[in-house]
């Protein structure tokens, strides 16, 4: 079974950046798998963020669009998700996961954005 490790995550002002990262306990899954960010806030449904594919092609959902980039380090065997712009909307637990989601859920890694 695959473990799903992210971090990264914090307390920001509006408007400011992160960048979180996913450690996977099999490196294969990037190579093996399209891979993804969700988040999930309170009351809400887990929702698919932005995903990159195995050979390097990303797509975002809208509302991401434009502010947050996925990244993938082979050599290192992480996944990154780089937030900037951050909105209070932007608050949620993150997790990392191939898309569609195959593998237990990690943690996550909690992101709270507010002034």
């Known amino acids: 079974q695959v473990q799903l490790v992210e971090s990264g995550g914090g307390s920001v002002l509006p408007g400011g950046s992160l960048t979180l990262s996913c450690a996977a306990s099999?490196?294969?899954?990037?190579?093996?798998?399209?891979t993804g960010w969700y988040r999930q806030a309170p009351g809400k449904q887990r929702e698919v963020l932005a995903g990159?594919?195995?050979?390097?092609?990303?797509q975002y959902a809208d509302d991401v669009q434009g502010r947050f980039t996925i990244s993938r380090d082979d050599a290192k065997n992480t996944l990154y998700l780089q937030l900037n712009t951050l909105k209070p909307e932007d608050s949620a637990v993150y997790y990392c996961?191939?898309?569609?989601?195959?593998?237990?859920w990690g943690q996550g890694t909690q992101v709270s954005v507010s002034s």
């Open positions: 996961n191939t898309v569609p989601d195959t593998f237990s």
């Open positions: 099999n490196s294969a899954i990037f190579s093996l798998y399209a």
């Open positions: 990159i594919t195995t050979n390097g092609a990303t």
